[in-house]
């Protein structure tokens, strides 16, 4: 073995040689401080995978992503009670083809000749599962976790609850429950929360849980 260079490994350190696969990398962030809940749209080709994950550093802040046409719109908005999200940070992974070549270090190129991967490539860590498959009590809209340092959520609905408006007026409530991401400096709190607050007392509540893992990706070195 070469006493200097660079040897890529897999997590039980083989060699990595990939002559058919392309790693998803960070390909934009976006940093918004908006003074409420709102929408961006997101420049993403549907054409093209592509992940995205969010962060906020206001607590509660739920993200889902909407699809009109061709157009992605990710919202955000504090779960319940509205007001400021604070920091709303989006990245966004998928494929750039061809890589920036550096002006020095290494550089890989697939079999058609189109540079896939450089030293300076951002590639995206793997998503990480939060909560316990086959729990009743931790999982799907159920799971609240704190992970040490900065992670962004992959938006997705964990849930809905629904019910009826009481009244002389009844009428059926119903809402989904997104994930959250809350980044304190320190530490991240990944949740979910109802996108929509009833404006009254609810009757006959009932919750669908989705059953899923929460999924986050470790954003600190971006």
Known sequence: MATWGALFTDQYG?????????????????????STGGTYNLPVNSSSPFIIACHATVNNVIFYINKLGST????????GTGGSPGTVTIYIFGYVIPQPLPKWGVAIWNAAGQCILTN??????????????????DIGYLVDKTASGKWAVLPRVMGIVTGVYSGSQARPYSSPIDTLAYYDGNSTRLSAGTRVAPSGSIINVGYANSRDQIFAIDVSRY
């Open 14 to 34: 083989n060699p990595w040689i990939t002559p058919d696969t392309t790693p998803m990398c960070l390909v934009q962030k976006i940093v918004l401080t908006p």
């Open 120 to 137: 300076e490539t951002k590639v995206m860590n793997p998503p990480v599962g939060y909560g316990t498959i086959g729990s009743t009590t």
């Open 72 to 79: 992605y719109t990710l919202s955000y908005q504090v779960a």
